[in-house]
């Protein structure tokens, strides 16, 4: 009979082998040892030091599965499942969004489009976390709509001169270097908006006419910096055109797909993290002369929470397990990152009704997750773009 | 190179750390497919208009095709044991669209036949496993009662020692295959007396042609195809080789065998609903109104993208529990926790939401879905027995809440 | 201080005054002596009497609010929620359709828009009962969208002749005569179709090219027939046309305010009378040795179902006393018949689930129940074609 | 005639069977609004980034306008008793949109002044009563405790006799004006040992200035402009003649006294569900998507009808027992268990609700839904207060559940 088993799994049914399980315990304890302790300061300094980035770098969480020829680790997906799902017991969204920002969604396009130059002067010194990267999509008018960015790169004789503006960029007041999504000529339909005429750049973010306009004041999310960027004549070489001219869209569209399911794998650890809050709570917290768990409309609640988040996470391993094998796997990825989305801020607000007025209370850490989990549903395309993605490849 | 880019979307992979079905499989499904499509899906229809379908030569047929075997020994007939084959048989005998017929099926192959070839000795498995592997008779499990749900423990049911025999009293209700079964396997009550409930029970294969068995259908919502019904024993006199598995053994034995009645009806549900988005898609895409397709209005494009989303990762949960209850069977050291949680969350997952896609299928058919002659109301209504049967919706938070402590 | 209380009304904070609540006795005592006794026969018959028509005009509960010159009682719309609101009790969901087909749906465009005469030949003798009538809207091609008909009218020297179909009609299979939506010209827009051009009729069953082409096969309300009908040279005389000729379109989304108020009210009552036979059944019912209803997730989905019943109840007695006082308040009747249609059938399905298998059986009346009020998602204008009206009037 | 068939839609009505407000009511709105835009709203953005509001000023000022003292008799400085026209008022102050600072506001004039009002003797009145309708001092109502959330019965603070005075010792949390309150209705255990726990609590109005008392403003998601606090009371000596009512009546008089709490919570929550609704159905209009206003999306517009229609459902419950609640006040004879109901229903109707509304904003905002310049995120943080504070949705079950004996 056919096995359902691989041989090297730790646990049954599980895809984690133990090299992946001796790396979950490294994140977990970094985790709860250097970031969980630091998280509420630095949600109230609306900061965290750069310091983390190199950190991380050091412990050789930045380069999981870059090749060791760029300083990283050279290992499959599934270590960055287990760095993901292991960051969120240092209960800072703000610090597990930043580092995902920067191997998860800016870097990933150099390593795959890169020249070894640029592999050398931006990939290398990210995985190490000297440089902080980040990554310029969205435009005060282009939410959702890649194909609608108006940012433009005007050939020049030595270069490319940028101008326009970047918003809801995370890391993007500290960041060293952007890997940006550029109009280089006008779509070949219609208004001259539309996915054609689009390309990536790399960015230095200390080149003259490189502004960080202001950093952003979010409901969540408070310690990671969020910068609208804008340029004016922002002169750039040749060199600074990562992977083909023209073809920015279809480069950016694979590099949301690594986006969104790092989101994914994130909201899913961040709901089991808040499930396991709430289910120490029910046992500790007593109403009217008993803990609360043992309420059957506390305890069904809890355990439609475990359901769902079992369910959930079935889905993103099956993602996870399309893209570690470099499938475009856009409709799972579309699927898991809708999923999740409303999954993660679904979980932290049972939690906090099963918290009432403690989880209202900022003296215990449940409004913080409430606020952090709902920007899943906004932020890497909202819920609606993700529907719309999943019935167009329905066929409707 | 960004040129070489190839973004093609996937449509199925099989991996090497979440690997399920095989090629082997796969070649299965495809005979399970036309199976299904020759032999049984061409009568359904006049199958559910007559409330009834020839049990004998359906029974036979599915046995011959041998889909009543897969997860059995070739000892006694089976071609196993392999219960991911089990698993495309049930994935594709969803084509049938009858649910209730499904279930009589089910309930002989998962239920009945499962428990002889788990529980009982070789005697029991001459007698009711191999000729029901060749769909020769026609079997069914007995445990609800009409005074005791979900309750297992709760069962009246009683069979008193009479010399070697036992004599058995009661009433079982909401058992498949329980107007017309040969045989069944019931759950009673042996030491109604005992300080710990759980060893109060123990099970019988009775045949229905005893003295003192009456067997009666019942008129339900949906599952209108299938011989639901309820038993009554009065002074049934059984010898103790009846008896299934030792004495007071009972309980135990229906704990170990929900998991797969609650993995069998996950994917049940799980394929069932992905049929039904598909048929609501296409009848979606055919019917206009306000001179449009209605498969082009945004709401119903998120609609169905909702319950795309939603089918697929309930259908992840169950490969999963699918996946640990394989491993269990195989031998491997599976942790009964883990197998107990995946198994229940994967039935709650998807038999709410199975129902939830018909409701929508029967909503983007308007009136028609209202009608008889459209085949959305029987899916809707079949599918509202997932939540209550094989354990409520609430019984399943209830298990689950006992793994967790609460 | 203004007083919030009307000075005859029996109960506080309830609209009905002392004459409504002896009406009330006596349509509960109908329903509940007449009705419900034989729903389950009927039901399995796939049709009632028509002597239920001639006992319910007998009794004066087809003209309520007609005047009492045509025979009727010349009451106010206070008298029809009160009847709606007994009919519940009557189990039979058919027999509450039919009835509202006959004096709230059919016959109130006779009443607004007819001649004396056509009053006298139709209105009066189906306040008596003698008469059943339908309404033809509904076409196999044009199901919630009235202006889309194609069932046509074309003028001859003495009258009309009427060609095409109607589908899902109430009464349709006993019906003596339809009021009927017909085209009598081309919309001016497009291809013919559109909102203008429609006009009523009123149709006699019997004439030549009138023909039921079959009883409809229901998966509810199986004790009403509705049927397909279809129209072949059907000649009818002037006297015929009911209205204004092209102000059918018109005349006929006024009828459907009347028609949706009185599917509103029928739901409410239907979701309480569901939620008191919840409320029984959790009191009797034991399981693991105590009354279900003693468990807090079943005691919390009953105060679940009686808060959300209670709540649309109330936005359904505002909609009532608009209609009552002569107001188009579409926007409040669109909301009441999207809420109470939803709310009708949540209510049948959690009740079902509170009965757990013996919900699903047909020995409890709770799974035809079900079935039946699963209609109302769909007749009268679907979900989504209330929340268009409702959109639409919010000026998006 | 159908030539004169108007099919103008209506769009506000004042009938007879239904009637709530009158003419004078709609005057005093329109006064109210002009108030609420000039002397409140202003402020609103200013107080709210500092998260605090200067207290004397504006207190005085509301009071100064005559709207705290609406509920209240000509003898203490009111204008009624009219609690329509108190409701009138509760409406438009949600247009400030700051639902901190209407906390406060509603903590004292609701809460606190309330209880003096009906349970308090004319020295009480003249103490706290009529000073607060001025707005010159202001209050709040202590009942929740660290240790006990909804459950009043089960509070620990306690006051011993102490020859003619009372000692009060213990902890109060979740206390709306607690950070701030000059004088408190604090209610405690006179008789721990009572048979009946019932009888156990008395009330007293406590001056924050007494020895042994300390107030902290505590830190919430939302409600950042409230002075919502916790208060401790060490051995904190007060006359007998501090107790309102009774010996023993407080847990009689908190019931009483929640029918209006949760009326007045209803009527803030269906009223800024509506506001929120409108906000976002404004900036849908105006913000583009793909090359469209996003209110031009037809699933946008399905969702804004859907909550436009529940939202107009749970106003219609709420001034239901509005309406009950002024009949009972006003001398009729009220059912109390359909008052209890009513009210316990519209509270549980609206809180939930306005939280979602308020999500849907935050949600058509996108990335500018999540950004503290635009207010969408702090309607959303403050409406999630509702299904929280003033008994949890759960509680309102609870006590449903018992009128209906379960």
Not at chain 1, 92 to 116: H, N, R
Not at chain 1, 131 to 149: F, M, Q
Not at chain 1, 384 to 389: A, D, K, L, N, Y
Request: glycine share 10%.
């Amino acid at each position: 009979m056919h096995t359902v088993v691989p041989d090297d799994a730790v646990r049954i049914g599980e895809p984690f082998t133990e090299e992946h399980e001796s790396l979950r315990g490294a994140v977990r304890r970094w985790a709860e040892d250097e970031i969980a302790p630091n998280a509420e300061q630095w949600e109230a300094d609306e900061w965290f030091p750069d310091e983390v980035f190199r950190r991380a770098g050091e412990l050789g969480f930045l380069g999981l599965t870059v090749p060791e020829r760029y300083g990283g680790q050279g290992g499959d997906y599934w270590s960055t499942v287990v760095r993901a799902e292991e960051l969120a017991r240092g209960r800072s969204g703000s610090v597990s969004m930043a580092l995902a920002v920067q191997s998860d969604m800016a870097t990933p396009p150099i390593l795959k489009f890169g020249t070894e130059q640029q592999k050398q002067d931006y990939l290398v010194p990210s995985v190490t976390g000297e440089k902080i990267a980040c990554l310029g999509i969205t435009e005060p008018e282009a939410g959702s709509d890649v194909a609608r960015i108006r940012t433009r790169a005007q050939r020049v004789s030595d270069g490319w001169v940028i101008n326009g503006s970047k918003m809801f960029i995370t890391n993007g007041v500290r960041a060293d270097y952007c890997t940006m999504v550029v109009r280089t000529s006008p779509a070949d339909e219609g208004d001259g908006l539309g996915w054609s005429g689009i390309s990536l750049f790399l960015v230095d973010t200390d080149l003259d006419g490189f502004h960080v306009s202001r950093k952003l004041d979010k409901v969540g999310m408070r310690a990671s910096d969020t910068a609208e960027l804008s340029f004016t004549d922002l002169h750039v070489p040749d060199t600074a055109l990562l992977g083909t001219e023209g073809q920015g869209f279809k480069q950016i569209m694979w590099e949301l797909q690594g986006e969104r399911l790092i989101s994914a794998i994130g909201a899913v650890a961040g709901a089991q993290f808040m499930f396991e809050r709430g289910l120490e709570y029910s046992r500790q917290r007593h109403a009217f002369g008993r803990p609360i768990g043992s309420f059957q409309v506390q305890k069904h609640r809890l355990m439609d929470i475990a359901t769902r988040v079992g369910a959930s996470r079935r889905l993103v391993y099956e993602a996870c397990d399309r893209w570690n094998r470099g499938e475009y796997a856009i409709n799972e990825v579309a699927m898991v990152k809708l999923d999740t989305a409303q999954l993660s801020f679904w979980v932290a607000d049972e939690v906090m009704q099963l918290f009432g007025g403690y989880g209202y209370s900022q003296e215990f850490p449940i409004e913080r997750a409430w606020r952090d989990s709902r920007l899943m549903r906004i932020g890497g395309g909202t819920d609606e773009v993700q529907r719309e993605i999943i019935s167009k490849l329905m066929g409707l | 190179m960004a040129a070489d880019l190839d973004l093609t979307p996937t449509t199925a992979a099989q991996g090497t750390r979440l690997p399920l079905y095989a090629e082997e499989h796969e070649a299965l499904r495809a005979s399970a497919r036309a199976f299904v499509a020759n032999e049984l899906a061409p009568h359904v229809e006049a199958w559910e208009a007559a409330e009834d379908f020839p049990r004998d030569e359906v029974f036979r047929t599915v046995g011959a095709g041998g889909w009543l075997g897969l997860k059995f020994d070739e000892r006694w007939g089976g071609s196993g044991p392999d219960y991911l084959a089990h698993a495309v048989w049930l994935e594709e005998l969803v084509r049938t669209g009858s649910a209730g017929l499904n279930a009589d099926l089910g309930a002989h192959a998962d239920l009945a036949l499962l428990y002889v070839d788990r529980n009982g000795d070789d005697q029991h498995k001459e007698r009711y496993l191999r000729p029901g592997i060749a769909g020769e008779t026609v079997g069914a499990l007995g445990i609800t009662e009409p005074g005791a749900g979900s309750d297992v423990a709760g069962i009246t049911t009683r069979a008193r020692r009479d010399g070697d025999d036992w004599v058995i009293t009661g009433e079982k209700t909401f058992i498949t295959n329980g107007a017309w079964c040969d045989w069944i396997v019931l759950a009673v009550k042996t030491d109604p007396e005992a300080a710990d409930q759980h060893r109060a029970i123990s099970l019988f294969v009775v045949d229905t042609d005893l003295p003192g068995v009456q067997q009666q259908r019942l008129k339900m919502l949906g599952w209108r195809l299938s011989h639901t019904g309820q038993l009554r024993f009065d002074d049934v006199r059984v010898p103790a080789s009846a008896m299934l598995g030792a004495e007071g053994s009972g309980f135990l034995q229906i704990m170990q065998n929900f998991a797969w009645e609650r993995v069998s009806m996950s994917i049940g549900a799980s394929t069932a609903a992905q049929r039904t988005l598909e048929a609501a898609i296409a009848y979606a895409k055919e019917r206009h109104a306000f001179g449009r397709p209605i498969a082009s209005f945004q709401v119903w494009r998120h609609r169905f993208a909702d319950l795309a989303t939603r089918i697929a990762t309930a259908r992840a949960l169950t490969y999963h529990a699918l996946r640990l209850h394989v491993a269990n069977e195989t031998g491997h050291d599976v942790d009964p926790i883990a197998l107990m949680r995946a198994t229940a969350m994967a039935k709650l997952s998807t038999q709410r939401l199975a129902f939830e896609v018909a409701d929508e299928c029967v909503q983007v058919h308007g009136g028609y879905g209202y009608m008889m002659e459209y085949p959305a109301q029987r899916w809707w209504r079949d599918a509202r027995l997932g939540p209550i049967g094989g354990g409520t919706d609430e019984i399943m938070k209830e298990i689950l809440a006992k793994t967790y402590g609460l």
